[in-house]
């Protein structure tokens, strides 16, 4: 028979929503030995993450297969437990789990992330490239536009792809999934533009829909959010500071205003993040790019601890929290405040989940209440 395998059991590693970014919750990470070989009643094993690695007894539970698990507390990057009867692990960071094969004379060994908590990730695996199909040579997506603006990059379709890839490499382990994420990133590096004190990432291409007219080179806080987000993951993945120096400087942003060429409009209903953001265009006060901008300025927040991107975010979600009966029509959402346009069904659907997301992040009532009424408008 011979052979012996070894498994982790990744489902936990996406908290649900009682656990969600709480880093004193307590997650069991489930080990699995099949060697067929052993006739024991026990075998060890061991478990590390970067910051602990700790031994484990497992049990026999049928012929040739054992079972145990650890217990790991998630933590940000700028945190650290003193309890080491436990395994500290990063969300984001990477599991290995070793066994000792006594029949094969070798380490066998599994690997897989530490998920970020279920909310945030929800949406990564539905990104659909088929419209398009086109990738440059270096394997990042472009956007065919047609005739008037033609092919080019959109930031925020390569932050979705990043995204979908990481969500697809936390599923499946296949390292093509990260290389494409990490591609990704790097595109985001390369194309990063320095203004002032803060970064952006442009669009290169006039965009005349409705009335907002913008025009080449605009910005969006929802790609800057979005960017947060998949760099802050790619340093946590490589270990490599370039991409967490580039994702403190786009950060930066959301506290330059519009005309400043950053992403934040400032009026007399508080602090919003334009998801169209162009010097001297109207505000749009677009609902899911403000609330997918401040779930990038949360993640970000979160692994690194930044003040100001502590700041942004609660900014951003007092406004929502004041203006979202704004977007409210009674029997359905609007797209934004400034066509009060309906939102399409898909995007409905989006504000429901993102308000939803956006309780559990902040514990704001509004928010459920909100989700719950678009929720009810859906028949």
Same mark, same amino acid.
């Given at each position: 028979?011979?052979?012996?395998?070894?498994?982790?059991?990744?489902?936990?590693?996406?908290?649900?929503?009682?656990?969600?970014?709480?880093?004193?919750?307590?997650?069991?990470?489930?080990?699995?030995?099949?060697?067929?070989? #052993?006739?024991?009643?026990?075998?060890?094993?061991?478990?590390?993450?970067?910051?602990?690695?700790?031994?484990?007894?497992?049990?026999?539970?049928?012929?040739?297969?054992?079972?145990?698990?650890?217990?790991?507390?998630?933590?940000?990057?700028?945190?650290?437990?003193?309890?080491?009867?436990?395994?500290?692990?990063?969300?984001?960071?990477?599991? #290995? !789990?070793?066994? @000792?094969?006594? $029949?094969?004379?070798?380490?066998?060994?599994?690997? &897989?992330?530490?998920?970020?908590? &279920?909310?945030?990730?929800?949406?990564?695996?539905?990104?659909?490239?088929?419209?398009?199909?086109?990738? @440059?040579?270096?394997?990042?997506?472009?956007?065919?536009?047609?005739?008037?603006?033609?092919?080019?990059?959109?930031?925020?379709?390569?932050?979705?792809?990043?995204?979908?890839?990481?969500?697809?490499?936390?599923?499946?382990?296949?390292?093509?999934?990260?290389?494409?994420?990490?591609?990704?990133?790097?595109?985001?590096?390369?194309?990063?533009?320095?203004?002032?004190?803060?970064?952006?990432?442009?669009?290169?291409?006039?965009?005349?829909?409705?009335?907002?007219?913008?025009?080449?080179?605009?910005?969006? !806080?929802?790609?800057?959010?979005?960017?947060?987000?998949?760099?802050?993951?790619?340093?946590?993945?490589?270990?490599?500071?370039?991409?967490?120096? #580039?994702?403190?400087?786009?950060?930066?942003?959301?506290?330059?205003?519009?005309?400043? *060429?950053?992403?934040?409009?400032?009026?007399?209903?508080?602090?919003?993040?334009?998801?169209?953001? @162009?010097?001297? !265009?109207?505000?749009?006060?677009?609902?899911?790019?403000?609330?997918?901008?401040?779930?990038?300025?949360?993640?970000?927040?979160?692994?690194?601890?930044?003040?100001? !991107?502590?700041?942004?975010?609660?900014? *951003? &979600?007092?406004?929502?929290?004041?203006? #979202?009966?704004?977007?409210?029509?009674?029997?359905?959402?609007?797209?934004?405040?400034?066509?009060?346009? &309906?939102?399409?069904?898909?995007?409905?659907?989006?504000?429901?989940?993102?308000?939803?997301?956006?309780?559990?992040?902040?514990?704001?009532?509004?928010?459920? $209440?909100?989700?719950?009424?678009?929720?009810?408008?859906?028949?």
């Amino acid at each position: 028979m011979g052979g012996a395998h070894i498994f982790l059991n990744k489902i936990v590693y996406s908290p649900g929503t009682e656990a969600f970014w709480k880093p004193d919750v307590f997650v069991p990470i489930e080990v699995t030995v099949v060697d067929s070989e #052993i006739d024991s009643d026990h075998v060890t094993a061991r478990v590390s993450s970067s910051l602990h690695t700790k031994k484990i007894v497992l049990e026999r539970i049928d012929s040739g297969i054992f079972k145990g698990s650890v217990m790991a507390v998630g933590l940000r990057l700028s945190e650290s437990i003193s309890d080491t009867s436990h395994l500290s692990v990063r969300y984001g960071g990477l599991l #290995i !789990a070793e066994y @000792d094969s006594l $029949v094969l004379g070798s380490t066998v060994t599994t690997v &897989a992330l530490f998920e970020y908590p &279920a909310h945030v990730t929800s949406g990564e695996n539905t990104v659909d490239f088929e419209p398009w199909g086109l990738v @440059d040579p270096e394997g990042v997506p472009l956007v065919n536009y047609g005739s008037s603006i033609g092919i080019q990059y959109n930031p925020t379709i390569i932050c979705d792809y990043a995204l979908t890839n990481y969500h697809m490499y936390v599923a499946t382990g296949n390292f093509t999934f990260r290389l494409n994420f990490l591609t990704q990133a790097g595109w985001l590096v390369k194309n990063s533009v320095q203004k002032a004190d803060f970064r952006v990432w442009e669009y290169r291409f006039d965009w005349p829909w409705g009335k907002y007219n913008a025009t080449d080179p605009f910005v969006s !806080a929802l790609a800057q959010g979005e960017g947060l987000s998949v760099l802050t993951r790619a340093y946590i993945l490589t270990g490599n500071e370039t991409y967490l120096g #580039i994702a403190e400087a786009s950060m930066r942003s959301f506290g330059v205003e519009t005309d400043l *060429g950053g992403v934040r409009y400032s009026d007399v209903d508080g602090v919003w993040y334009e998801e169209i953001a @162009d010097i001297g !265009a109207c505000s749009g006060k677009v609902l899911n790019g403000f609330m997918n901008a401040l779930f990038g300025l949360y993640e970000y927040w979160f692994e690194t601890g930044s003040d100001l !991107a502590r700041s942004f975010f609660f900014e *951003g &979600a007092q406004t929502l929290s004041e203006n #979202i009966h704004r977007y409210d029509t009674g029997s359905w959402s609007d797209y934004d405040l400034l066509h009060h346009g &309906a939102a399409s069904p898909s995007y409905h659907r989006q504000h429901i989940d993102q308000l939803r997301m956006m309780y559990e992040l902040t514990g704001n009532e509004m928010f459920l $209440v909100y989700s719950g009424k678009f929720q009810s408008y859906v028949h």
